[in-house]
């Protein structure tokens, strides 16, 4: 899960507890009020979206999530969305929660998304994750993970895994995430995702897990040093993803055969336990939604690499807290070719397409045809300064603003917890119903 990004039906916790016999239906999970009394926020970000309106996700989906992500697209609200109300009586939160004909309104989607935090955040994870993310915010119910527990699946550094998770957050806020519209969390903070992890690992075949040409590769370079974690990281991302209920599971192309060992896996447990979807579905079957093509970053040496925190070439790389001077630095570094103009369309030079796709997103998500309308006639010597002005005037903000939050940890640690209390809420409806289809006793079983 380098960048795994997951879109959620907004459910809500059931208003009682579930009989001591009950299975738990699992198709309506709803999220508790964010207002917390005492919290004074910093004021919001300004710095929008890079290059997606943000009333515009761009987005492609599978047929059944096309008529949403179209109305989104449009510009126009998805027909499948009403947002809960997060304060006043309970009067007016029941009459908020109801359409005019007396049912309530049709379940809103619900994002989770989420970035490793090992090392500095990059340029690939900005444009191809959390610029998107912020794009979406306004259309879904947001919520954003720090997935801890994924880091720790190759070799890490344990001394600084904990100031890289605060650092992430920060780094979620300054790119654009608004606390107010969506809440962060860490993944090691809600216990469910482990405990899921084991239950859905004993129903799992090793032959499913020995086919995912993810860990193959990561395993050809760790050798027999290679941990049981990392063969079993998929079952992982699939608890991520099952824990919540997806809908909808925002992926580049090299994540679809996760979602569908998520998808494989819920159908098997559904199977296995018999669970109707006439007595409510504990597993959802996740469907794609896929990201926007056009900002997949790569590699500044190699236009066939995707731009990657673990590469042993900082230059290779734009971190999003690189100097200006840095930025510069390595822009005029970056590997180029011999070709005569710029252009998108030539399959012979990745790196071109790398880095006029790089500027087209820092400079308002213009066209290609816009693009290379400005600069399709530069030589290398002359687009390279341009495209390092660019960059450095884009996250020239971000970086202010990440100062400026890195500064106010107590903040941060807030928006944290706040964050994991609404996440375990929902979890642990998940998991309840879970462990009660595999026949375990809960605590509250044994209650007198």
């Not at 004074?40 to 890079?50: D, I």
């Not at 304060?87 to 359409?99: F, V, Y």
């Not at 917890?417 to 996440?423: K, L, S, V």
Request: glycine letters at 8%; a positive charge; proline letters at 7%.
């Amino acid at each position: 899960m380098a960048s795994a990004a997951f879109v959620l039906s907004a459910a809500g916790v059931r208003a009682s507890r579930l009989g001591a016999r009950s299975a738990a239906p699992l198709s309506h999970v709803c999220r508790r009020p964010r207002g917390v009394a005492g919290t004074a926020p910093l004021p919001p970000s300004p710095h929008a979206s890079p290059f997606i309106p943000a009333t515009s996700p761009r987005m492609a989906t599978d047929a059944t999530a096309t008529d949403a992500t179209a109305a989104a697209a449009a510009g126009s609200p998805p027909s499948v969305a009403t947002a809960p109300p997060t304060g006043g009586s309970a009067a007016a939160a029941a009459a908020a929660a109801t359409t005019a004909g007396g049912r309530p309104p049709p379940r809103k989607l619900r994002v989770l998304s989420g970035v490793q935090p090992t090392g500095s955040l990059h340029l690939g994870n900005y444009l191809g994750a959390i610029a998107q993310w912020t794009a979406a915010q306004d259309t879904y119910d947001s919520r954003f993970c720090i997935v801890d527990l994924h880091a720790i699946t190759v070799p890490h550094d344990a001394k600084t895994l904990s100031a890289d998770t605060i650092d992430a957050a920060a780094t979620y806020l300054a790119c654009g995430i608004d606390p107010a519209k969506a809440s962060i969390f860490v993944q090691s903070h809600v216990r469910a995702h482990t405990e899921l992890t084991w239950l859905l690992n004993c129903i799992t075949p090793v032959g499913w897990l020995e086919r995912m040409i993810q860990y193959k590769e990561k395993a050809v370079k760790q050798g027999d040093s290679v941990g049981v974690g990392l063969f079993g990281y998929p079952v992982l991302m699939a608890a991520d993803i099952l824990l919540y209920q997806a809908d909808l599971v925002p992926v580049g192309e090299d994540q679809r055969q996760h979602l569908e060992l998520a998808r494989d896996i819920a159908r098997r447990f559904n199977d296995l336990y018999r669970v109707k979807r006439s007595k409510g579905l504990v597993m959802r079957e996740p469907k794609a939604l896929i990201l926007d093509a056009g900002a997949r970053v790569m590699a500044l040496d190699d236009g066939t690499s995707k731009m990657s925190k673990s590469a042993p070439n900082d230059g290779s790389r734009i971190n999003l807290v690189d100097s200006a001077d840095v930025i510069a630095r390595k822009v005029k570094r970056c590997k180029t070719d011999m070709g005569v103009g710029l252009t998108f369309s030539d399959p012979s030079r990745p790196e071109c397409r790398n880095l006029l796709t790089i500027y087209a997103a820092v400079t308002g998500g213009r066209s290609a045809e816009e693009v290379e309308a400005e600069v399709g006639g530069f030589r290398w010597g002359e687009f390279k300064p341009r495209l390092a002005e660019a960059l450095i005037a884009h996250l020239s903000p971000i970086q202010a603003r990440h100062a400026e939050l890195s500064a106010e940890p107590g903040y941060l640690y807030d928006i944290l917890r706040r964050g994991a209390e609404e996440a375990n809420e929902a979890a642990e409806v998940t998991l309840e119903g879970v462990k009660r289809r595999m026949g375990f006793v809960l605590p509250k079983d044994l209650a007198p």
